[in-house]
């Protein structure tokens, strides 16, 4: 089982920076692979970005591209997602996601095969 606490949302202005944590709970976070998704009112859950279980490996969805770093310390149990150049359709609800033991990376930009996930943090981009 494994427990997931995001922080970090609020409200900043369209090219501000915001920085996300995602804190998991349970002594085998190396195990798991983790991804950021998001959801905006009236649309489905978006991927934002993902991250191997080692850290060695990251993807992003397009729109995020060269925006948004994820990162992550296995030694801290935590996984991060550094917003850079915010724009209002940035807007949106954001989760923590965690994968035990993905096999490919189309799995990790698949919102239904995450194991757990966070309660979310809003992050509101104003224009």
């Known amino acids: 089982q494994v427990q997931l606490v995001e922080s970090g949302g609020g409200l900043v202005q369209a090219g501000g920076s915001l920085r996300l944590s995602c804190a998991a709970s349970g002594r085998t976070f190396s195990s798991y692979d983790m991804g950021w998704f998001r959801q905006a009112p009236g649309k489905e859950r978006e991927f934002v970005a993902a991250?191997?279980?080692?850290?060695?490996?990251?993807y992003y969805g397009d729109s995020v591209k060269g925006r948004f770093t994820i990162s992550r310390d296995n030694a801290k149990n935590t996984v991060n997602l550094q917003m850079n150049s915010l724009k209002a359709e940035d807007t949106a609800v954001y989760y923590c996601?965690?994968?035990?033991?993905?096999?490919?990376?189309?799995?990790?930009?698949?919102?239904?095969?995450?194991?757990?996930w966070g309660q979310g943090t809003q992050v509101t981009v104003s224009s």
């Open positions: 991250i191997s279980r080692s850290g060695g490996s990251t």
């Open positions: 996601a965690a994968k035990a033991y993905a096999m490919t990376s189309a799995v990790l930009t698949t919102a239904q095969r995450y194991d757990y």
